[in-house]
């Protein structure tokens, strides 16, 4: 394989360019983890979120999620510690049954952020939700058998699903598979 | 909602970086559209595929996706006809069985980047694969029934599962519930 030679072509606040023999691709300044909650209450509904995103000019319909710190040597602490705190500031829930499932890209050809998914069972609400000073997050609790004609309904001009939920789903529907 | 102020930082061959009222993103330079094929054969094997992705350094397991062509008011056919190119040039595998599932983003907060789901019914095999001259692509059929375990054993230090694996799983899991 050929050597990596990397190029910073621009520094952001908070993104960055580079390419890597040639190829160019996005990163975040500071770390690249994001932690995904799949969140379900015990009464088998989806708990969502949905806020406006600046860079597509839209509402977005996903799971509770965030960055999380980069703390070297406490890699895999850190980011069931910020699932946790991401799924309170979201949506007010709290749960006692974590699952880590797998980390992937959110798009392996133009950045290197990563995704780390936990599924979040038995949820019961402990707070208010809603995120933190700087979001305005509304809460959906969506059942399960719904989640179809739900998710349909929430594919407007203003408003679209983030490929991450069905992800959750397919990682649920799994987990009650070959086991 | 304020005025949406949008400045251009940094424009490169591939990829863009822009702000919007101080928001940084990603664009794609050519279009933003990529479509993703969530495709399985008559037999019930998901037909994947995995190639090296420079950004994050590892090989990566996916659906046959690419980009596609962006020509104005014909978006709707464009990215089907870019769909099932794609699945044929990367697979080799073509489908008489075409849905449209959703349009959603692949990481809204960092990218305008949007990703349009179909899903490609009883595939069959019509070409070679592999992808075209530039890519080097490894093909996978896996039955349905074993991916969960197959999934798992993908994720290596140098080998990652793409979270749209999990989302074609959920949509091919919600198309017999609730109808």
Redesign the interface.
């Known amino acids: 394989m050929a050597r990596?030679h990397v190029e910073q072509?621009?520094t952001?606040?908070?993104?960055?360019?580079n390419?890597?023999?040639?190829?160019?691709?996005?990163t975040?300044v500071r770390g690249s983890g994001v932690v995904?909650v799949v969140a379900v209450t015990k009464q088998d509904e989806l708990i969502l979120t949905e806020q406006f995103?600046?860079?597509?000019?839209?509402r977005?319909v996903?799971w509770a999620a965030g960055l999380s710190g980069d703390i070297t040597g406490e890699e895999e602490e850190s980011l069931l510690t910020a699932a946790q705190r991401e799924l309170l500031e979201e949506t007010g829930y709290v749960s006692d049954d974590w699952e880590y499932c797998?980390?992937?890209?959110?798009?392996?050809?133009?950045?290197?952020?990563?995704?780390s998914?936990f599924v979040a069972r038995k949820c019961y609400k402990k707070g208010k939700g809603g995120g933190d000073a700087s979001e305005d997050i509304e809460v959906h609790l969506v059942p399960k058998?719904?989640?179809?004609?739900w998710?349909?309904r929430k594919?407007t001009k203003r408003r679209?699903?983030?490929?991450?939920?069905?992800?959750?789903?397919?990682?649920?529907?799994?987990?009650t598979?070959?086991e």
């Open positions: 990596r072509l621009y952001g606040k908070h993104l960055g360019l390419s890597i023999n040639g190829w160019e691709f996005a975040r995904i995103r600046p860079p597509i000019n839209k977005v996903d797998f980390t992937g890209p959110s798009s392996a050809g133009m950045t290197t952020e990563m995704l998914f058998s719904k989640a179809r004609q998710l349909k594919s679209c699903v983030d490929p991450k939920v069905y992800a959750g789903l397919g990682l649920l529907s799994l987990s598979d070959d």
